[in-house]
Structure formats: structure tokens, C-alpha cells
């Protein structure tokens, strides 16, 4: 542990009383606690100190064995031995229940990050003084740490109003995941404190937090406003408005009120950086210029050089972006996703082995499959399968837990490379090792579609639906092949229209739906679903079903026009190619 803290303080008092009490003195007790006040930002934010020495301690008697266990834990804590610092002095505070001990045991948990020891002897410590501001401080946040936010509201209320406004904020927060039942507690609790505190902003803030995450967002969004006409420079409270604001799909009013603000509070970085994100979405030029103001500000923080890069990479800008990747590579949190978006500019410049170099230096994490993906295609592309084979099943043994989801990369790699034989290979080798696998049935049977091996295809989709009756996916994909591929139009239908019963306007099952009753010949069920398909999920494969439909019923040209419209989706589309070339080269 001597890599994560720095040596807890020896108390010199205890030094100096050991001296005293072999000579008969008595131990200087720790009754006396310090009276921080608690105006620390809220615990999500909060960070804590490391326990310090009370400056004055008043003397009082202890057993020989209690000084002894309190003179072992200091020296423990100066020798990096944490863990018997901690633990006697928990085991003090309980024994002895003095005020001192409890304080000084909680303070060193909360520095060692020992939650619920922080919590067990801050709950001691109310006990023992409870009117002690800090002690009961500690406790809320430590209530919110571990989930218990009714609790935390109820020590929150026994601070001082400047104490207690952050951690109403921190409450509602914290909320979002917690149970339904527990958000539904609070909002009434919220609700009685707002009405019985009518001047209290922070309280219609956190009350706005809990109905946001209720998607009551007209009354979240109303509250949150009440409370800036109350408090005008509350930070909190705007930026939950702008959120809201950008929620209900009105952004400039958003970013309008949210600027006014950053402009009032220019070195606020919490402020700036939320205004950041919201540009982010809407103006990646004005997003990247105040990411660079917040990065001037804390020049080694990695999570604002992180969004800094990638807004720059987003904007197309690849030298900037490298330069703040490359600079990455220096901080732990953040060098393995440099790593990756640094394989992406490189496949960006078709500099394919400086792309394989960094994406094989991805480290486990949320960019690992990723990397793993973008490695398999380039070699792929490069026609070097068995290297990427063999990549792909090292990284099945040596992460087990994964290999299903290995499996399905190198199949789905393989299919869009149309290597469907090596695909089928892959996914049957996949199953010989997970047989369960719904995933890996279903990808092996979409592949069997496109060798045309019918009867492959049906006897994995019907083995899914075997174990799961209601796999509406499985439904749709057999419905559809018996329609678009046999002569079996009245089971097509039935399967369909149960797959349609269990995820009611599904845009692919409507497809489904329409193709099927054009096969069936009733064109103008066929129309009214496929046209309903597409309004829902504008898609190169439905416009072609549609155009056909339309085609087939003498309507050409607003055929004609949909397939135009599918095209502009996807240029190129073989879909709509191949249906176009067959029906206007049998056309009259």
C-alpha cells in the first residue's frame, strides 16, 4: 500500500505519554476531537485528508493495554502497516467508546478508503458526541457510499444548513442507482422538505435530480428554475436545467443559458466542462476550444486531455488529436485507450502495421474488444487468416470468460469479408465448445442463409425456439426465409405474426409481415406494413421490398422514387440493385 498513501502521522503525543507512563503518569486520552467544519463539496467530489493529530488533547486515564494497542497502531500506521493501525483502533473506539479514539479510528478508515469501518466507527462517534458536526458529516457520506440514502437524508438534516445543501445534491444523485422503491421514498421525503423549506435551492434541486431520473422532466425542468430565481449563481442548478434542457430535444436553449452562465463564472472548471460536453454534440469547434481552456487550466489531467483528443479526432483535425494521444501514453487511466484511438489514425493514413502495433498494445478493458476487431480485420484484409486466427484463439484461452464473444467477432469478420465457409467453420467449433450458445446458433444460421443451405439454417433457429418459445428474433428470421426462400407462406405467416404479438411495431417484423403478405398476394397488406416498416426504420433492404410491391402493382414510378431514396442511404446498395435490374428487365 506505500504506492497508494503516504505514511499516516505518528502522533508525538503518544510518543511523549509513553515516556510519562512508565514513569507513572498517566495516557493523554484522545477525548478531544477536532470541530472541522463540514463544508467539504459533495462526496462524489469529495476528497479526503489524511487523518492529522488533534493540536490540544486533554489528559485522561486509560488502561495500560488500551495505551499499549494506541502506541502499536500509531507505530503500525509510520511503518505502512494499515491494517493493524486501522484495526486496533477500531477496536479501541468500541472497547473504550471515547469520543477521541472513535474520531481518530473513523478519520484513518476514511483515509484508507475502508467504507464500512469509516461507517461502524462514525455511527460510534455520533453516538458518543452527537452534536459533533464533522462526526455526523462523515456518516451521511459514508450512508451515500454504501447505498443507504434514506438513512443519509436523515443525518443530513442534523447538519447546519451550509453543511448539509451539498449533500442533498449528492443524495438525489446517487439515487439514480438505487431501486425504484428507494427513489419513490426520497421524492416524498424531497417533496415535505421543499414544501416545509420553501427557501431552501439546493433541496429543489435535489428534488429535480429524483424526478429527472423519473423522466418527470417538465417538473424537474421547473424546479430547477425556482431554484436559480431563488439562487441565481447556483452552479447545480444550471447545470441540471441545461441537462434537462437537452433531454426535451431543445439544445440552444440549452447551450444559451449555460454560456450566459460560464461567462459569470469563467474560472469555475466544473461549470465549463459541462459546457464543454453539451458543445459537443452541436459545435465540435467551440467544444475543442474550451476543452483547451480547462486542459490550461489543469495541464495534467488526463480525463480533460482525453476529451480534448477526442473532440479533436472527431473534427477530423489527426495531428492535434496524435499529439494529445501521444501525450496519454504518460498517464496509467488513459494510456490503453490511446493506444487504440492512435491505432485508428494510423488505419485513417492506411498505415497498417503502426495500426496493428498499438492496437495489440490494448489492454484489457472497454477498448480491448475494439482493438481486437479492428486487428482481426486488417488482417483480414491483408489476407493473413491464420495470423488472425490465431490471435483470436489465444485471446479465447487466455480469457475464457470472453470466448463466446470471440468467437462471434472472428465469424462476423469473416462473413463481411464473405468468407462464409471459414465463417460456418468457426461458429460450429464455437458450439462444439458452448453448446448453449443462442448467439452463436442464430449468427450460424444467418450464414447458412447466405450459402443457401435452407434446411441448416431451420434446424438451428428451431432449436433456439425449442428452448425459447419466445425468441422473437428466431420468429422473424424463419418467418422471413420461409417466405423469401420456399413456398411455405402460411407458416411464414403464422411465425412472423407471433414474432410481430411479442415486440409489437418491431420495424424488421413489419418488413417481415409486408414481404410475406406480398408473397401470400394480398399487395395491399403488403403496402400498408411495408410502408409502416420504413416511416419507422428508413433502410436499404425495406425500401427494395417496397419498391417491389410498388412495382408489382403498376405503380413505377413512386417505385422508382423509394428505390432512389434507399439509395441515397446506402450507395450502391446490392439490395436495391439486384431488384431493380431483375424487375425492369422483365418490366413491360
Known sequence: MSALHPRLPLRPTLLCLAISLLAGSLLAGCAGTSQQQANQPAPEQATVAPPEPVDELPYKAFEAETFYALLVAEFAGSA?????ALGNYVQEA?????????????????????????LNTGLLWTELEPDNQEAIFIVATELIQSGQLVDALDYSLKLDNHSSDSLFHSIAAAAADGSEEQRQQLTTRYRMLVRDQPDNAEMKVGLALLLQQQEQLDEALDLSRQALKQEPELIAAAILEARLLGQMGRPAEALKELAEMVNRHPDNPRLRLHYARLLASTDLEAAQSQFELLLAQSPDDPELLFSLALVCNERGDLEQAETHFQRLLEFPSRASSAQYYLGRIAEKRSQWELALSHYLQVSPGPDFMPAMLRTTEILVRADQRDLAHQRLQSAREKFPADAERFYLLEAEVLRQFEFYDDAEKILSSGLQAIPDSVQMRYSRAMIYERTGRIDKLEA????????????????????????????RYEEALILIERALQLQPDEPAILDSLGWVHYRLGNYDEALLRLREALRAMPDPEVAAHLGEVLWATGQQEEATLIWQQGLELQPGSPVILRTIERLQGSAP
Open 460 to 487: 438451428d433457429l428451431r432449436a433456439i425456439l425449442a428452448e425459447d418459445p419466445d425468441n422473437a428474433t428466431a420468429l422473424n428470421a424463419l418467418g422471413y426465409t420461409l417466405a423469401d426462400r420456399t413456398d
Open 80 to 84: 505502512e502497516r494499515y491494517d493493524i
Open 94 to 118: 468500541h472497547k473504550t467508546r471515547d469520543p477521541g479514539i472513535a474520531a481518530r479510528a473513523t478519520r484513518i478508515a476514511r483515509y484508507l478508503n475502508a467504507r464500512q469501518a469509516a
